[in-house]
């Protein structure tokens, strides 16, 4: 009996440290200049700026904003982890630790106005293209 204790201590001992571990939230909020442009990260529609997401892992995304009027952007930006959320320092952060965690990250990006062209400037610009051609 006394054996099975002894046994069993170790699988107790780290049921115990998984409830009570505490957890990291990832946000990121972006921002627009206007506001409400069309937000989509790696290709997936997240909503009208301003806009927070919740996100699982740092690295390259792919940011496309896109509003009447304005030029659409598309780029990329990097997110950068912080230094706790590399080993070995990520298992005392978010598994030993007891208390919650919160990274907050917020992007901003300026829109520029979309530039209207003429009926004379396109067909101006579409005869240079064909004598280029020629």
Request: charged share 25%.
């Amino acid at each position: 009996m006394r054996k099975y204790n002894v046994m069993a201590m170790p699988a107790v001992s780290l049921l115990v440290l998984i409830v009570l571990a505490g957890c990291v939230e990832r946000k990121l909020t972006i921002n627009t200049k206007p506001q409400g442009a069309l937000v989509a990260l790696n290709d997936e529609e997240i909503g009208e700026s301003p806009v927070t997401v919740n996100f699982n892992w740092y690295g390259d995304y792919c940011v496309s904003i896109s509003k009447e009027g304005y030029e659409t952007l598309n780029t990329h930006r990097d997110l950068k982890g912080p230094w706790y959320d590399h080993f070995p320092f990520d298992f005392f952060a978010q598994i030993v630790n007891p208390n919650r965690i919160v990274d907050l990250y917020e992007w901003t990006f300026e829109l520029s106005l979309r530039k209207q062209i003429s009926r004379d400037e396109l067909i101006q610009d579409a005869n240079e293209l064909k004598n280029q051609l020629q």
